[in-house]
């Protein structure tokens, strides 16, 4: 009986360290510590990609999301902050204008949802972290935005 009593704080303790991280947006932006990848490489989960990765793509801004896209996640994280993850504000991308490659685990907090205001099928230079989420996923979590103008 001893045994369950302390086996289950230590199953929710580490379930609860498996979860996504909701740290801060760095006060200073250096665009030249987020090396360019492709958004191909976000979207199916390179295994090159690991938590606390800095990278910059372009992609295709989509929408807000009304809906949450890690409904699996998403109690386990309220417990380990409970008031920062829901100032996430989770969109959509697309790879390309034809709607093709869809990715919808990025977020941003609020503020920076007014301050850069995107807008659908906005051409975007994205830079930010990648995130773990937690079941072994990562999330990408944006840093700074840069529209990006087609000649």
């Known amino acids: 009986m001893p ?5 289950l704080p230590w199953l929710l303790l580490l379930l609860i360290s ?3 991280q909701v740290k801060p947006v760095p006060a200073t932006f250096n665009p030249e510590a987020y ?3 492709e958004m191909e490489q976000v979207r199916r989960g390179s295994p090159r990609l690991q938590a606390g990765q800095l990278v910059s793509f372009q992609a295709h801004f989509w929408e807000f999301l ?3 896209p890690v409904p699996q996640h998403y109690y386990l994280n309220q417990l380990r902050h409970p008031r920062r993850w829901r100032e996430l504000e989770w969109f959509a991308l697309y790879q390309d204008a034809a709607m ?3 990715f919808d685990l990025a977020a941003m907090s609020y503020e920076q949802r007014l301050k850069f205001q995107p807008t659908r099928l906005d051409l975007l230079r994205f830079y930010g972290e990648m995130v773990p989420l937690g079941g072994g996923r990562l999330y990408f979590r944006t840093h700074f935005l840069e529209p990006i103008t087609v000649d």
């Not at 045994?3 to 086996?7: K, L, S």
């Open 3 to 7: 045994r369950r009593g302390v086996a």
């Open 18 to 20: 498996a979860c996504g």
């Open 35 to 37: 090396p360019p990848i």
């Open 66 to 68: 009304s809906y949450d």
């Open 100 to 102: 093709r490659g869809y």
